[in-house]
């Protein structure tokens, strides 16, 4: 796909305006008419119209959800944050950082301070007018060694957040960083005002927060003073809380809802078939996990988790829970769009005379019980059957024990030893091994601690040079491969349902469909 290709589709998909359009063009050499013919092709069939009151269905709500984006965990508050807040940067449909609250950023020579130039005029739901002080609120909020943030182990490395002007902040890092960008456009790291209670959900975001009842439903209005150009059409949405695939789905075609995620691939092609509907298939990073406890009994223990990994037939899982609509995953979450992918690693493959071999070795002779929901991912519970099957062909003691979808990323996930998991991927290969695989990352949900890997991972991030990051990096998932706690069996494509009214949803690699109530209108 060539460069003027790509701003096409990225104007159709609704994740450039006009404007950047006719910018971004115009840096290719495309003439002024050419550039005007192309803008009205490409927003022809999909200019945004305003009003209707949209429906989400999403999965991954539970009882103690929180508005606090601190406590963001699954795709449900995910959502709604994307709805009343803003970062400093996100992520286009190519995975590009590009401008969100701050306009520009500039990193100094060594990259170990970055500076961001902030919008001006950008307004809070409470009138207050967005300043720097509000931004470096914000991000402290994260930091620390006492946050239980889940951003707070890929902002380690910052040391200082300062506003150095009304609408400047610098980023002071104890070593070079490349991927400070990239860092901030987490949605954990939404901007809201100075002193502000967290869970109030003040932002600047397209939507204002009027209700919210915590594994329910959240119901907003939209934001008449809305910044940003091309976004946040819709009136109103209201986020309803279908954690059941079945139920979702059934939502969708009855027209409950215009918008679901996480559909089940069994029923992907009949949904395609039916009327009024459509289904979004993107591949991205997502990767549904088993990730095993490495401080508890007998997880801690390498040989028994290379038994585990060995005892699973990977091929036969992507064939029949993913249908074909992703692909074959091997134990590290590095995707192979990346471009620091280590494609030297030999592909693990199902071999139960390895898997047994291991197991004796370990000296384990008990039961190895893998916790499960569909709660975990979709097709979650199939997939433990299946993960069944071929471990007591290999000769294993495994057994599945299936738990309660409610609180099961509370009472489950990193507090059973062995369960289900799943990951959206993250925009960079550091920025997923920080908040999941560094020892002290809050989502380090394996519990799997090495002082060589961290201090790897810190010296990666902090290399200038392409290939100099790309040795490093091949060799943290080399450890990770060799010795880490996480069964990686599959990379999910993300699967949508939607309206066939509803248009402008931006097709992405990475944690797509996060920003839908933005984004997204109706014919």
């Not at 950082?97 to 961001?116: G, H, M, R």
């Not at 691939?265 to 979004?280: A, M, N, Q, S």
């Not at 390895?354 to 370990?362: C, D, G, I, R, T």
């Not at 991030?461 to 996480?486: F, H, S």
């Amino acid at each position: 796909m060539s460069e003027l290709d790509r701003l096409t589709h990225l104007a159709r998909a609704g994740a450039l305006s006009r404007r950047e359009f006719l910018d971004r063009a115009a840096t290719l050499g495309v003439g002024a008419a050419a550039s005007s013919l192309l803008a009205r092709t490409a927003f022809a069939q999909e200019t945004p119209q305003q009003g209707g009151d949209l429906v989400l269905g999403i999965d991954g709500a539970g009882a103690s959800d929180s508005l606090d984006p601190q406590t963001y965990t699954a795709t449900y508050m995910q959502t709604v944050g994307y709805q009343w807040g803003n970062c400093l940067t996100e992520l286009d449909a190519s995975n590009e950082v590009i401008p969100e609250l701050a306009e520009s950023w500039e990193p100094n020579e060594e990259a170990t301070a970055w500076v961001f130039k902030l919008r001006k005029g950008v307004q809070f739901h409470n009138g207050k007018e967005m300043t720097a002080e509000d931004v470096v609120y914000s991000i402290n909020l994260h930091r620390g060694e006492d946050s239980a943030s889940g951003a707070q182990g890929y902002l380690e490395p910052i040391t200082d957040v300062q506003a150095t002007a009304p609408d400047e902040v610098t980023i002071v890092l104890e070593a070079p960083n490349a991927d400070v960008p990239y860092v901030i456009s987490d949605y954990h790291l939404v901007i809201m005002p100075k002193d502000a209670d967290p869970s109030a959900a003040i932002g600047t975001g397209a939507f204002v927060i009027e209700a919210f009842e915590p594994g329910v439903r959240t119901f907003a209005r939209r934001n008449p003073n809305y910044w940003k150009d091309g976004r946040g059409h819709a009136d109103t949405v209201e986020t309803l809380a279908i954690n059941d695939i079945t139920a979702r789905t059934s939502a969708v075609q009855t027209g409950q809802v215009h918008f679901v995620n996480r559909l089940d691939p069994k029923t992907v092609d009949l949904l395609k078939r039916g009327p009024g509907l459509k289904v979004h298939d993107v591949p991205g990073a997502g990767h549904y996990t088993f990730p095993m406890r490495c401080d508890t009994p007998p997880f801690d223990n390498n040989d028994v988790r290379l038994a585990i990994k060995h005892a699973i037939d990977r091929n036969a899982v992507v064939d029949t829970i993913l249908r074909g609509y992703g692909k074959v995953g091997n134990d590290h979450p590095i995707p192979e769009f990346d471009p620091f992918y280590n494609a030297e690693l030999p592909q693990r493959e199902y071999d139960p005379e390895k898997a047994v071999f291991h197991l004796q070795k370990s000296g384990y002779d008990g039961p190895l019980t893998l916790y499960i929901s569909d709660a975990a991912f979709t097709g979650a519970t199939d997939a433990a059957t299946l993960y069944l099957e071929h471990a007591v062909a290999a000769g294993l003691p495994f057994e599945v024990q299936r738990v309660p979808e409610d609180g099961y990323w509370s009472e489950t996930w990193m507090q059973r030893p062995f369960c289900g998991s799943y990951w959206g991927g993250r925009p960079t290969a550091d920025l997923m091994l920080a908040v999941a695989y560094q020892s002290d990352a809050a989502w380090n949900e394996s519990f799997w601690r090495r002082e060589d890997f961290d201090r790897l991972l810190r010296e990666a991030r902090g290399t200038l040079d392409v290939e100099k990051r790309k040795e490093l990096y091949a060799e943290l998932q080399r450890m990770i491969w060799e010795d880490g706690g996480e069964v990686i069996p599959m990379f999910n494509n993300y699967l949508f349902g939607a309206q066939e009214n509803l248009n402008g949803f931006v097709e992405a690699p990475v944690l797509t469909g996060l920003r839908v109530a933005e984004q997204v209108w109706f014919a």
